[in-house]
T-cell receptor, first 113, second 116 residues
Framework: DQQVKQNSPSLSVQEGRISILNCDYT??????FLWYKKYPAEGPTFLIS?????DKNEDGRFTVFLNKSAKHLSLHIVPSQPGDSAVYFC????????????FGTGTRLKVLA | NAGVMQNPRHLVRRRGQEARLRCSPM?????VYWYRQLPEEGLKFMVY????????ESGMPKERFSAEFPKEGPSILRIQQVVRGDSAAYFC??????????????FGEGSRLTVL
């Protein structure tokens, strides 16, 4: 049972344009969401997070949007840069519990120069 | 470098052998987590440990897998009698004891286990 889903395995975007990565979840109890970026042969690195009490969080070129009613979140990268090419994982968890993250399967972003 | 350190980075074992993966958390971190990434899949939670305690092992297979985080030394994930299906990347992560942070986990670079 995949509680966190990233339905697009890959995405290609032109440099300078917006990248939009999507994530859906099924468990309405999740109250904290994160995005991680992963380069080949490296561990995931934290990118940005959002609590369920918010619907938007922004950090530089990265913005995460949360739509609780639709159980959907998205990561916007503007403007996209070639160095953003990586696999992006969304993750969900319960802040009342442990750091037991439920990860999606990832979306491979390729930013074309 | 005070990052999460994992070793070995690559490990090759034959079926039936034992695999031991080590993880030293970031300095000041007392919580350790192990995740596994099978080919073409996302990371899946395996176990959450604090010093000398297993807090949550709900993601660990019932047999052949064990984890520990002793008072001294690194955390160890042990897989006995490995099978081909154990081939995966095993990631360790750590977090500080305080919850007054962004909630992020700090991941190591992973240990890639190949079972022949």
């Amino acid at each position: 049972d995949q509680q966190v889903k990233q339905n697009s395995p890959s995405l290609s975007v032109q440099e300078g344009r917006i990248s939009i990565l999507n994530c859906d979840y099924t468990n309405s109890m999740f109250d904290y969401f994160l995005w991680y970026k992963k380069y080949p042969a490296e561990g995931p690195t934290f990118l940005i997070s959002i609590s369920s009490i918010k619907d938007k969080n922004e950090d530089g070129r990265f913005t995460v949007f949360l739509n609780k009613s639709a159980k959907h979140l998205s990561l916007h990268i503007v403007p996209s840069q070639p160095g953003d090419s990586a696999v992006y994982f969304c993750a969900a968890t319960l802040t009342s519990g442990t750091y037991k993250y439920i990860f999606g399967t990832g979306t491979r972003l390729k930013v074309l120069a | 470098n005070a990052g999460v350190m994992q070793n070995p980075r690559h490990l090759v074992r034959r079926r039936g052998q034992e695999a031991r993966l080590r993880c030293s958390p970031m300095k000041g971190h007392s919580h350790v987590y192990w995740y596994r990434q099978l080919p073409e899949e996302g990371l899946k939670f395996m176990v959450y440990l604090q010093k000398e305690n297993i807090i949550d092992e709900s993601g660990m297979p019932k047999e052949r897998f064990s984890a520990e985080f002793p008072k001294e030394g690194p955390s160890i994930l042990r897989i006995q009698q490995v099978v081909r299906g154990d081939s995966a990347a095993y990631f360790c992560a750590s977090s500080p004891p305080s919850r007054r942070n962004t909630g992020e986990l700090f991941f190591g670079e992973g240990s890639r286990l190949t079972v022949l």
